[in-house]
Every structure is written in C-alpha cells, then in structure tokens.
C-alpha cells in the first residue's frame, strides 16, 4: 500500500511539473508564466532606475539621460561608445521587437509559433529575403569605419542579452516560452531588408499581366494610364532636365508575355506610405526653414520607431531610429534636419524562366543551356522536423515562383530582379547624415544608398532646402517591367542603371517649398522611363495647394496640415453623385441619409457623419465597378482610385460599369443608386452597433501588437479622424508612424510624436503612453539636449562603465 | 503543531530557495518540508497547498499594486479572465498551491517510504 501510494504521489508530482512547465497550444506554462519569481509578475515593472551598468568594450564612461516620455538622451565619448550604447539602450527598452523583427524578415517565425508560419516563411525565403541581407553585410563588412560601429552595436545588444536571466526576459517570450538569441551583424542587414521590402516590395507586374491577357492592351493603357490627367510631381514642373545628356535603352521588337500565373504571394500594404515637406527661409515665419515628415506605416505595439538622442562631442544627432539600425533614420542636428517618404518606383521586375528539365539545373537564355545556382532554406519548425526548400536563382535573382511554389508547371518558373537584392550600404548612409552640416555633405551621403528608393527631404541651419529622390534605379526601355518579362531573351535583362547624379532632385526651388507624399516623381518633362506604379493623387495635392495658399508659415501651420482631414477623393467625386442621383428611388430613410451627405464639409473628423456615409458609400460603389475584376479567381489588380473617379464621371457607360451578375446592363449612375442603397444597409448596422455612426468610432483605428495584433497588448478604438488618400492618413490600422517637425532655428526647436510608447514592455506606463497624445495632434516638444551636463527635463540617468 | 510547522517551514524554503532556482523552487520546497514535517490525509496536500497559495499571492499582489497593476490587467484579458486582476491574482496562487500541493504528498509517501525501512 506504502509502495503504491508512493509511486502514484511520484506520477502526481512528475505530472504536475509537466503540466505547469509546458507550453500547450497558445496556452503558456502557467506554472512558469505565473509564478512570481520567473513568470510575468516580474514585467510588472515601469521604468526609472538611477543605476550603472557595466559592459565590456567602452573605452569611456556613456551618460543616458532619460527624460519624462522615456526618450534616452546618450552621451558618448566617440562613435563607437555611441552604437554600442544605442545597442545596449535599444536591447532594454525593445529586445523582444527587436530579434522579432529580423525573425520575421529572415523567415523564421515557424521556429517561434510552429507550422502555421511555415507559408510566409517559405515565401520570405524565396523572395530572396536573406539572399539580400548576405550580400547588403557583404558591402557593409567591406567599409571597415562601418563593420566597426555594427560590431560594437552587436556586441551592446549582447551585453544587455547576457546579462538577462529568464526571469527578467520581456514578456513576449515567456509567452511564447522561448529565449533570446546572440545578436548578429546579419540580423542588422534583416532589418534594413525588412524595411525594404515593406517600401519597395510592391509591385503589380503579374497582376497588370494577367489583366492585358483578359481586358487587352488597349484598355489596359485606357484604365492605367502613365500620367493622370492632372499631376502635382515631386519635383516641380519647372525643373528643367535639358542639361543632361541622356541615354535610355531602345525598346526592343519582342513581343510581350501572355501568360501569367493564377496566385502570388502577399505584397505589403497599399498604405504604406508617407508626407514630407519644407518651406525654405522666405516662406517661413522666422527666416528659418522648417521641415516635416510623417511615414504611414502600420500601426503597432511596440512602435516601428523609437526616438533618441546621440551624441558625442563631434555631433549630436536627434530623432526616430529603427530598432536594430544604426543612428538616426529620421531626424535633425544642429545643422540639418531630414525626413524620407517612399519613392514608390518599380524596382522589382519578373521573368519567365524555362528550365532544361525538372531537376531545374540549367535555364534557357541568350539562345543558350546557363547554370542555375541553388540555395537549400533550412526553416527550422517548432516541435516539427526542419523543412528544406530549394530555392534556384538565375543571373536575374530568385526564382520565387515554381511548381513547388504557387507555380503551375514542372519546367517553368518566375524569377524575380529587385534591388532589394544589390546589398547596398545604407548604414553609411544614415551615419553620415546624422553627422552632415551642409547640403553637400547631405548630398554625399545619399549616394550609398540603393534600395529601399526614398524621397529625402532636406533642411539646413544656412537656409538651404532640398529633395533628392534617392536609390538605384534601373534605366529602363519604354515599358519594361510594367508586365512580365522573357527570362530567356538577353534584350528584355535589365541594361542598366540610370547615373545616380541624374535621379530626380531640386534644390531652392522658386516656389519656396519642397514636399512629397507619394505622388509621382516627376512629369513628362524627366528623360528617362518612370512609369505610374499606383502614384497618390490626393495627399500631395492637399499639401502643394495650402503652401501655394499663402506667403508665410508657422509650426502651428505644420501642425494643422499633419491633422489635416480634406478629403480630396470625396470633393471630387460626392458632388457629382448628389447630382445625379435619381431622388425619386430613393425610401425617406435613405433620403435623410442623402441629405446629411450633402451638408458634409468633406472633412473627416472624428464626430463626422457625412464622413461615414461617404466612406460607406465609396467603397461600396468601388466594390460594384471593379465586380469583374474582385470575383476573379486568378491575381489581378483593379485600376487606380483617381482614374475609377474619372472614368465614372466621364465614361458613365464604360462596359466596366455593368455589374456581371445582373441581367441589365448599368451605368455609372445605376451604380450610384445601388451602392448608396448598399451604403445604408451599412450605415445602419453600424448605427445599431455603435448607438450612432462618427466617423472616428466606425473606422475604429487601433495599433495591434506585433502578435497579430494580440487584444490584450493591443489599443483599440483609438480616437482620430483622417483616412487614407488623406494628408492625415490614419486609416484603421495604418497612419503616421512618427510626426516629426523641426525648425532649423539655433538650436533647432523640434516637435515629435507617435502613436505608441517608449518602452516595449507592456507591463511599463511608457508602454502606449503617447497613444493619445498623438490622436489629439498634439506633440511632445523635444529636448535637444546640448550637452551631457544639461540636466532641465531629465526624469532619472543611468550610466554605462566600461567593464575592469 | 504540525501542520503549522510544516506550513511555516514551507513557506521560509519557498521564499530561500525562489531566489536562486526557477518557478519549481515551490515544488521543491514543499517536497522537502513534507518530508522533514509528516502530515497525515488530506492535510499533507492542502498545507503546502495553503502555504504556496498565500506565499504567491501576497508576492504577485506586492509586484503589481506597486506598478499599479498595470500588466495584471493585461494578462488578466490574455488568459482570459475578463480582465479581473484579483482573479489573476488567485489564479496565480491555485497554480502555485497545486504544484506544491503535490510536492508535499510526494514529499510525506517518501518519508513514509523510509520510515518503513527504519
């Protein structure tokens, strides 16, 4: 009985610790989750220690003072104390984000959450994800001032990493019940090519194929035209290109490729995107330039950003980094300030491949039998054995797409040609920006900066301002790229690149300003082949027209335009609409409903009706005259917003205005009617939902965990108005990332917010402490610190020694 | 007397040994405090039970009342409880108990085992 009762109290025991110390499914080990030695109890922590810390490798003592939003103020001795520093810093406040991040860029998520990871893995593999950061480390590692700086970023994230025991690792992973890992070089290089696949990893080009197989070229040109029929570029119309003597390919005689595959793997959002401007000393307030810049991205917890200040005493830099990279990505110096919207160009182009047979060893080019190279992807699976694929590469990149791989046929392929895969050194880039003083010296570090494209806005102390439109661009023959291309025909490789010192830029324009948001580069006028890749027709309008709009402006000007909620789309469309609608169709209801419509001032505020309807209806409407191309089965694309605008109101009887599965044939005006009796169903629902329908509580915008947005570290409800295609562009879950303004005044006054916190643990108050700030549009003002002495708003210092 | 000796006890190895081993340093302590202090029926489960339970509580209420509950609340939505911090709370404290619970039963049958053999 003793016995018994002995072994049966052993199985309990060994059951228990089992039970308690296993994560099942998405449920934690509780035992350790819970317990409050190890588990979750000690996260519940905010910030705020006075406290030294000593790590190895400082040749002088680092001073971090950290002021009352938790922005870290770092003062070092020299530049490479300054990246370890950043590294040690960035590792305590974001280390969960920061290896998630270059997990998910590497792909290897499946190794954190199992095989439902496994299909965008594969998919990040084979878009060459890690190809492009081994050859990006590469070039790095050859510029021995920045392979310095990245080792000892490295080893300050890993000095912070070892000196963590389990009970102190941030909650994500206790969740997840996983470790951390040794920072890498490598790992920065996955970061930079995050970034860049998030900006310039869109492209349509299998999409507008597939849309020429079914609709033809004609309509194909009719529906995705070039140029708009109105354009506010980038660069001013008046810049004039006749200086430089230019070559550009000659279209070869081949025909196009009509064939295209069905499926293709997920593009990054549409909404990414940004607004960036500058008025220049006679247009300002004071006299001295002022400059904004507000990247939409998605919105997340923790923030893609996190705000510094880095300083030595060669130069001190403030601004958004990216956890992960080195120095300042967005942000100012005594001497300049300088901000980046997404240059939206194609620089990502598909080829048909054919292979010699299925073994896929050699393909056909240049009436020739070449070698492919292959690279075996070990994705490692949590609890499941690794899964290997082979991923083949032509001289134009990856072979994304095969018969393993969303492909149709044994002996083709796809392979795709980015320059997301030239390994460029953009590290420099940013170092030498955080340092510059000067035009030229802003000038000199763009060069080394190939891919993600950026338009980088520029101001300086002198009163200069400018725009260059900056990465590497291949110099392309008339249309190539729009569609797919033929692997094996040597005229259809890219020939090229367009010189950097010809990539479209202006200093001192006439008119007194400088912006971007999207819109397209340039117009007819630029000599080389820039085509409409889905350019923003609305933003860049809204902002040309209020800098045109008056002679002299202030920050508070600045402010109101980064709130700013004019919808163009609607005020060029709704009042066409109200027109025609036939009135007599419509129920009293949905009369009443027209008429808050027509009182709308077409500004989407939060507490705006007309806002709702407006949205409500549009998308509707939207859905109904593109039915044909939405229901379809295979990979195709629905023309742009602007150019659905002009169809519907100049060719109202445009075959695409017929709803496919109604016996009648509609009109653009049927298609009003029977979207806004849509938009009403939609309308009230919501009404029944919410008690009422403001804008701001039926777009709901909120900033998810990077957990898929898991609800109990997420914000929801977020209380702002704007949308996209609007200069503030908060849609639901997408907006500006970082609203930054800064007036090149001695010394710079600078305003900064976004829509998160400081610190990455959830259990912190500086965790979403922002949050409402930035939905109020109001900032913080930013202490620029002028030196380590300064103490006026720091909140507590910590001090890094250099290890005895 | 016992019974208190073994829940004091229990909870002193809770606290030491919690300091330098991980979340089962309250399995281990009830183990050796059932071992060295013999309970008999149901008492041998619900001392330790007893003694873990209130040793986790107080120290999950200590950490979080001083951050303003500020995670509780979170992971009370994360697992889920409605958002209810107390409930988090004494679910911490059942987690702990059971775990320690059946330490200590392991803990008596082993001295039982002994004892047998003495």
């Known amino acids: 009985m003793k016995i018994f009762k002995f072994v049966l109290s052993l199985i309990l025991a060994i059951g228990i610790f089992y039970a308690l110390n296993t994560k099942f499914g998405q449920i934690p080990p509780l035992g350790k989750f819970l317990s409050p030695n190890q588990g979750v109890w000690q996260n519940e922590i905010t910030e705020g220690e006075e406290k ?83 050859r990006a480390l590469e070039n790095m590692k050859k510029d021995s001032e920045m392979l310095g700086y990245l080792e000892a970023y490295r080893d300050g994230i890993n000095s912070y990493i070892e000196s963590l025991s389990p009970a102190n690792y941030p909650v994500e992973y206790k969740l997840l019940d996983y470790k951390p890992e040794p920072w890498t070089m490598k790992k920065t290089a996955l970061l930079l090519m995050y970034m860049t696949d998030m900006l310039a990893g869109r492209d349509s080009d299998l999409e507008f194929t597939n849309f020429v197989n079914k609709y033809g070229k004609e309509r194909f040109d009719f529906l995705f035209p070039d140029f708009f029929d109105v354009n506010d570029p980038i660069i001013p119309k008046e810049r004039d290109w006749s200086s430089w003597e230019v070559s550009v390919p000659e279209v070869p005689a081949s025909e196009y490729m009509l064939d295209s595959i069905q499926k293709v793997m997920e593009k990054p959002h549409p909404d990414n995107g940004s607004n960036n401007w500058a ?27 996190y705000v510094m200040q880095l300083a030595t005493p060669e130069k001190n830099t403030f601004g958004a980094t990216l956890p992960g990279a080195l120095g300042i990505v967005i942000g100012f110096n005594n001497h300049i300030s300088w901000g980046v919207t997404n240059a939206t160009r ?49 001289h134009h990149g990856p072979v994304s797409y095969d018969d393993t791989f969303k492909g149709n046929e044994e002996k083709m392929g796809y392979a795709m040609q980015w320059t997301g895969h030239l390994g460029g050194n953009n590290q420099r880039t940013l170092i030498e920006l955080n340092a510059a003083k000067n035009y030229d010296e802003y000038k000199e570090a763009l060069v080394h900066f190939l891919a993600p494209a950026q338009n980088f806005i520029f101001s300086s102390r002198e009163g200069d301002i400018a725009l260059w439109i900056q990465g590497r661009f291949p110099n392309k023959w008339e249309g190539q790229g729009k569609f797919l291309l033929d692997g094996s025909n040597p005229e259809h490789d890219w020939q090229g690149w367009i010189p950097q010192e010809h990539n479209a830029h202006i200093k001192n324009p006439e008119r007194g300003f400088v912006s971007s948001a999207n819109q397209h580069p340039v117009d007819e006028s630029y000599p080389y082949y820039v085509f409409n890749d889905g350019y923003e ?102 023309p742009f917003v602007y150019q659905t605008i002009y169809l519907l109101k100049n060719y109202p009887d445009d075959p695409f205005m017929d709803i496919a599965s109604t016996p009648e044939v509609e009109t653009a005006n049927d298609l009003f009617l029977a979207s806004f009796k849509e938009a009403v169903k939609d309308l009230n629902t919501w009404k029944s939902g919410l008690g009422d329908y403001q804008w701001g509580d039926v777009k709901a915008t909120y900033a998810g965990h990077l957990l898929q947005a898991l609800p109990a570290f997420s914000r929801f409800n977020i209380p702002i108005g704007g949308n996209s295609g609007i200069v ?59 030196s380590a002495e300064d103490q006026t708003g720091v909140s507590f210092t910590q001090t890094l020694n250099p290890k005895q | 007397m016992k019974k208190l000796s073994n829940f004091i006890l229990t909870i002193i190895l809770g606290v030491i040994l919690s300091l330098f081993l991980p979340w089962w340093a309250v399995m281990l302590a009830a183990f050796l405090s059932g071992a060295i202090v013999r309970l008999r029926n149901v008492a041998a489960f619900f001392v330790p039970f007893g ?18 509950y500020t995670l509780a609340s979170k992971i009370a939505v994360l697992l889920p409880l409605e958002g209810n911090v107390v409930l988090l709370i004494l679910v911490t404290g059942v987690i702990g108990g059971l775990a320690a619970g059946i330490a200590g039963l392991f803990g008596n049958q082993c001295r039982a085992i002994m004892a047998k053999e003495d």
């Not at chain 1, 997408?734 to 259990?763: C, L, T």
């Not at chain 2, 003694?51 to 303003?68: F, G, K, R, T, Y």
């Open chain 1, 346 to 394: 194609d620089v990502k182009d598909w080829f048909k491949v054919k292979f010699k047979d299925e073994n896929k060893d050699e393909y056909w080019h240049d009436d020739q039998w070449k070698s492919t190279t292959k690279r075996v992807e070990e994705i490692g699976i949590r609890g499941e054995a690794t899964y290997y694929d082979t991923v083949v590469y032509t």
């Open chain 1, 537 to 638: 027709m609305y933003r860049n309008r809204v902002i040309n027209n209020f800098f045109r709009s008056k002679n002299k402006f202030t920050i508070q000007d600045f402010k109101d335009l980064h709130s700013n909620n004019y919808n163009l789309k609607a005020a060029e469309l709704l009042p066409h609409m109200l027109e025609v609608m036939p009135k007599e169709e419509l129920s009293k209801e949905e009369l009443a409903y027209l008429e808050e419509a027509g009182k709308w001032n077409f500004y989407n505020e939060i507490d705006s009706k007309g806002a709702s309807i407006w949205e409500a209806w549009w998308t509707r409407l939207n859905r109904m005259v593109w039915d044909e191309v939405r229901d379809s089965q295979e990979a195709i694309d629905a």
């Open chain 1, 52 to 134: 030294a810390y000593e790590i190895n490798g400082l040749s002088a003592p680092v001073q971090i003072h950290y002021d009352d939003h938790l922005i870290p103020h770092i003062f070092a001795q020299n530049n490479t104390d300054l990246y370890r520093a950043q590294g040690y810093v960035t590792a305590q406040n974001r280390l969960w984000q920061l290896e998630f991040q270059t997990h998910a860029s590497a792909g290897r998520l499946s190794e954190i959450v199992g095989n439902a990871a496994l299909e965008y893995d594969r998919g990040q593999r084979r878009k060459g994800m890690v190809y492009g950061a081994e």
């Open chain 2, 51 to 68: 003694a873990i339970a209130l040793l986790w509580i107080v120290n999950a209420w200590m950490l979080s009342s001083a951050n303003d």
């Open chain 1, 279 to 305: 008025v220049g000393p006679e247009k300002s307030y004071s006299g001295n330039p002022i400059l904004a810049n507000d990247p939409h991205l998605q919105l997340n917890l923790p923030s893609i950003w």
């Open chain 1, 728 to 786: 503030n562009a908060t849609s639901k879950n997408h907006g500006a990332s970082w609203r930054m303004i800064v007036e090149m005044s001695d010394p710079p006054k600078a305003f900064g917010v976004y829509p998160g916190g400081q610190s990455g643990n959830p259990g912190s108050k500086f965790y979403d402490d922002l949050v409402d700030i930035w939905a109020a549009g109001e900032y913080l003002e930013l202490n620029f610190m002028q």
